[in-house]
Antibody, heavy 129, light 110 residues
């Protein structure tokens, strides 16, 4: 069974930093592409970032580009999100989610274009002074 | 990276069918057959219902079906049940390795 467990959320002041972790189990983490998605209270889902299976390719939403960094350690089956220069509008529950390996109709020339499939339960980040 | 447009709410009676629309642009929904749908119960993580417009993951009821025409994708739930009452989100690949979600639709089963 796929299990994703986020941690590292908490209260941080504007301009501060936080690193989120996502521990993965129940699947071959090193083969899967991974996403971070966030959701402010009472609001919709917003895609944040994606990383390929070996960590060499990343992408970001414009709203976090230059401030957030996604990374992974396949030896520890763990996904990370380093968040710097945090703003009040970054306050949200942050979910990590797997997107499978690059296969089927969502795989184009070795690049997975798959949206998230399995999700963790999320970790709350609050940016407030 | 503007959010896809979904109706804020829809409703239906048990046994009926409902359809939730998801309207994007020619840069996202209209360009790729990479639309997914999620169900999110209150306080829970989203659950994948459909991917690549029409495909259902293992374990998802065939009461959930998807389609796409032009820049609009749709989720249809047939034989509506009380447990279908939830929030529903669409998501589309939006090019240059980015994704965009819809604003979400609250489904009420009357």
């Amino acid at each position: 069974e796929v299990q994703l467990v986020e941690s590292g959320g908490g209260l941080v002041q504007p301009g501060g930093s936080l690193r989120l972790s996502c521990a993965a189990s129940g699947f071959t983490f090193s083969s899967d592409w991974m996403h971070w998605v966030r959701q402010a209270a009472g609001k919709g889902l917003v895609w944040v970032s994606r990383i390929n299976s070996d960590g060499t390719s990343t992408s970001y939403a414009d709203s976090v580009k230059g401030r957030f960094t996604i990374s992974r350690d396949n030896t520890k089956n763990t996904l990370y999100l380093q968040m710097n220069s945090l703003r009040a509008e970054d306050t949200a529950v942050y979910y990590c989610a797997s997107a499978g390996n690059c296969s089927g109709g969502s795989c184009y020339s070795g690049v997975s274009l798959a949206s998230p499939d399995s999700w963790g339960q999320g970790t709350l980040v609050t940016v407030h002074s | 990276q503007s959010a896809l447009t979904q109706p804020a709410s829809v409703s239906g009676s048990p046994g009926q069918s409902i359809t939730i629309s998801c309207t994007g642009t020619s840069s996202d929904v209209g360009s790729y057959n990479l639309v997914s749908w999620y169900q999110q119960l209150p306080g829970k993580a989203p659950k994948l219902l459909l991917y690549e417009v029409t495909k259902r993951p293992s374990g998802i009821s065939n009461r959930f079906s998807g389609s796409k025409s032009g820049n609009t994708a749709s989720l249809t739930i047939s034989g509506l049940q009380a447990e279908d009452e939830s929030d529903y989100y669409c998501c589309s690949y939006a090019g240059t390795n980015t994704w965009v979600f819809g604003g979400g639709t609250e489904l009420t089963v009357l």
